[in-house]
């Protein structure tokens, strides 16, 4: 898939990201070969091959489930800037449309 710097510049303004037009020319083509090789991986034929996690089968280390600090809660909602009934407050970020 050969991606044009106009490609490019949408693209990075859906990913709010500055790209100048000196740098343009650079990702361009980058981005083209990427694209690229995600498309040569998706004609590989998986149907035989079973998901995994990671390629080596070893176990997990465990630990034993014990408490290993102290409870600082209260020192650390003493700093807080903003606490009410035990949970930090913080302002608003999400607007609802």
């Not at 990201?17 to 070969?33: C, H, R, W």
């Not at 079973?50 to 290993?68: C, F, N, V, Y």
């Not at 409870?71 to 035990?86: C, H, M, T």
Request: no cysteine.
């Amino acid at each position: 898939m050969s991606l044009t710097p106009e490609d490019v510049k949408k693209i990075a303004h859906l990913a709010r990201l500055n790209v100048s037009e000196k740098d343009l020319a650079f990702y361009t083509p980058q981005l083209s070969n990427i694209l690229d090789f995600v498309a040569h991986m998706n004609e590989i034929d998986t149907t035989n091959v079973e998901p995994m996690a990671h390629p080596l089968d070893l176990p997990q280390r465990m630990r034993p489930d014990t408490i290993s600090e102290a409870n600082q809660r209260d020192l650390f909602q003493s700093i807080a800037p903003d606490v009410k009934v035990g949970l930090y407050l913080v302002p608003k970020v999400i607007e609802e449309a």
